[in-house]
């Protein structure tokens, strides 16, 4: 069975500042790892995804992700944070023919 | 990249009456569909996986009588809620994943389901 642990339920940074969102994840078989940004009554957006190429996957609007199998972490960062970086973001595993979802991350953007 | 629909984007309902959601892959043919449910704040909760031409796979908890989907097609799977209360009030995203395979699903906007 495969699971999802996305560690802090909000994330606050300054704009400019970087952003870091921390997902673990446990999978009884080699995943895909995706990230998915989520805004208010709207549907998910892929920001990137890991398929067992590279390790260090990069995503749209400046977004990219490291994934360490020793650390079984798949972490997304991206340097400079804008205001529009402002929603909710979900790490997901999938493995088996089936997605599972973190509990999710608000990142918050102040001015 | 592909592009998932759903129809309504919102519905609003009496207690006890039946609301059908239709999920349609546009520009590519879906093997697989999936049904989410997302309570406000809270994250995707997978209900179900069907198949085209198969009986839907349901996730454990989740009452099949209650929530019939239907994947006629490799285009249209529909979810209907049936005598819905308003603890059934949620959004409703469908996903699917494409005959070509690969890893990605394309999900649908999303419906808001409001039972009075």
């Known amino acids: 069975a495969q699971s999802v642990t996305q560690l802090g339920s909000h994330v606050s940074v300054s704009e400019g500042a970087l952003v870091l969102l921390r997902c673990n994840y446990s999978?009884?078989?080699?995943?895909?790892l995706f990230w998915y940004v989520q805004y208010p009554n709207q549907g998910l957006q892929l920001l990137l995804k890991?398929?067992?190429?590279?390790?260090l996957v990069k995503g749209i609007n400046g977004f990219e992700a490291e994934f360490k199998k020793s650390e079984t972490s798949f972490h997304l960062t991206k340097p400079s944070a804008h205001m529009s970086d402002a929603a909710e973001y979900f790490c997901?595993?999938?493995?088996?023919?089936?997605?599972?979802f973190g509990a999710g991350t608000r990142l918050f953007v102040k001015a | 990249g592909a592009v998932v629909s759903q129809h309504p984007s919102w519905v609003i309902c009496k207690s006890g009456t039946s609301v059908k959601i239709e999920c349609r892959s546009l520009?590519?043919?879906?093997?697989?569909m999936f049904w989410y449910r997302q309570f406000p704040k809270q994250s995707l909760m997978l209900m179900a996986t069907?198949?085209?031409?198969?009986?839907?796979?349901?996730e454990q908890g989740v009452e099949k009588d209650k929530f019939l989907i239907n994947h006629a097609s490799l285009t249209l799977s529909t979810l209907t809620v049936t005598s819905a209360h308003p603890e059934d009030s949620s959004f409703y995203i469908c996903?699917?994943?494409?005959?070509?395979?690969?890893?990605?699903?394309?999900f649908g906007p999303g419906t808001r389901l409001t039972v009075l």
């Open positions: 890991y398929t067992s190429a590279a390790t």
């Open positions: 996903s699917a994943i494409g005959l070509a395979g690969g890893n990605e699903q394309f």
């Open positions: 069907s198949n085209e031409g198969s009986k839907a796979t349901y």
């Open positions: 999978s009884s078989v080699p995943p895909y």
């Open positions: 520009d590519f043919q879906a093997t697989t």
């Open positions: 997901a595993v999938r493995a088996l023919f089936k997605t599972i």
